[in-house]
C-alpha cells in the first residue's frame, strides 16, 4: 500500500482514488483503489480494474462537483475554492464580549465592516470603509483584540471550523462574533486622538469600546481605523510576519 504521509485527513474528500497505467502499446488500464484511514494516516489500497459501476460512482461526484460550482452564492461572497473563502460583513450593531480586569462584560456597540479571509484552517480579518469591497479597496486593521498585526486572528481554544470553504461562513463568523477577547496582540489596533503616537493598549482599547457602548453609538467612527496599506488584493496574497 501507498502512504501519502504529506496528505492530511481533512484534504481527501472521497473514498475512491483512480490510477492511470499506460501498457506499452500505448493503451491505458484505469484502475479503481479504496482509500482508508489508519491511524490519521490516508492509505491507498489495493486496486481493480474500472467496473461500470465505478464509472457510475464517478460520475456522480463529478456531477455533485459541478452542482455545487453552480450554486448560487451568498451576495457578501468575494470569492471562494475548496480550500479558501473571502467575504465580507457590513458594519452593525451587536453584542461585543470583552473580558478585562472586572471580568467578562458583554457590550452592545457598532461593529466595523469587516473582511474575512480563511484559507487553510489560518483566519485574517481587516476593516474597509465604504459599501461593496472590490481588489483596490484600501484596507485598515481590524479595530479588534486578539488579531496580530499581519491581520491573523489568534484562535486561542477558539473551535475551528472543519473547513476553510464558505460552507462554514457562519461557523468563521461565530468565531469571531461570538468570542470573548482578552488582549491586545499589537498596539495599532487604534488612532486614538488622546494618544500622540498612535500606540493602544488593551486597557484604552477596551475603554473605546466601553466609551462606545454607554453612547449607545450605532455607528464605528471610521477615523479611528489605522492604515494597513495594502488594498483586498495585496491582503488575499499578503503573508505578513505576526
Not at 502512504?3 to 472521497?14: D, H, R, Y
Not at 488500464?29 to 480494474?49: A, C, P, T
Not at 460550482?69 to 450593531?93: D, Y
Not at 464558505?166 to 462574533?177: A, P, R
Amino acid at each position: 500500500m501507498i502512504n501519502l504521509e504529506n496528505v492530511t485527513p481533512c484534504e481527501i474528500k472521497q473514498s475512491i482514488a483512480l490510477m492511470i497505467h499506460t501498457l506499452d502499446d500505448e493503451s491505458m488500464v484505469i484502475q479503481n483503489h479504496n482509500v482508508l484511514k489508519r491511524k490519521n494516516k490516508i492509505y491507498i489500497g489495493e486496486g481493480h480494474s474500472m467496473t461500470e459501476q465505478d464509472l457510475e460512482t464517478l460520475v456522480d461526484i463529478l456531477k455533485n462537483r459541478e452542482n455545487q460550482s453552480n450554486a448560487l452564492l451568498p451576495e457578501n461572497v468575494l470569492g471562494s475554492s475548496t480550500s479558501h473563502a473571502i467575504w465580507f460583513n457590513k458594519g452593525k450593531v451587536g453584542s461585543m464580549w470583552i473580558k478585562g480586569k472586572d471580568g467578562a462584560q458583554e457590550f452592545t456597540v457598532p461593529w466595523p465592516n469587516l473582511i474575512y479571509y480563511v484559507h487553510d484552517g489560518v483566519l485574517k480579518i481587516a476593516a474597509y470603509k465604504g459599501c461593496r469591497p472590490n481588489g483596490k479597496t484600501k484596507l485598515y486593521h481590524a479595530p479588534l483584540l486578539n488579531i496580530y498585526r499581519s491581520t491573523k486572528v489568534c484562535l486561542g481554544n477558539a473551535t475551528v471550523p472543519p473547513s476553510s470553504t464558505i460552507q462554514d461562513m457562519n461557523n468563521w463568523n461565530s468565531v469571531i462574533h461570538d468570542t470573548l477577547f482578552t488582549h491586545i496582540n499589537h498596539n495599532h489596533t487604534l488612532k486614538l486622538s488622546n494618544r500622540k503616537k498612535n500606540e493602544v493598549s488593551t486597557a484604552s482599547h477596551i475603554m473605546f469600546w466601553r466609551n462606545l457602548h454607554k453612547m449607545k453609538a450605532t455607528t464605528f467612527p471610521s477615523d479611528a481605523l489605522v492604515p494597513l496599506n495594502i488594498n483586498l488584493e495585496q491582503f488575499c496574497s499578503h503573508r505578513g510576519a505576526e
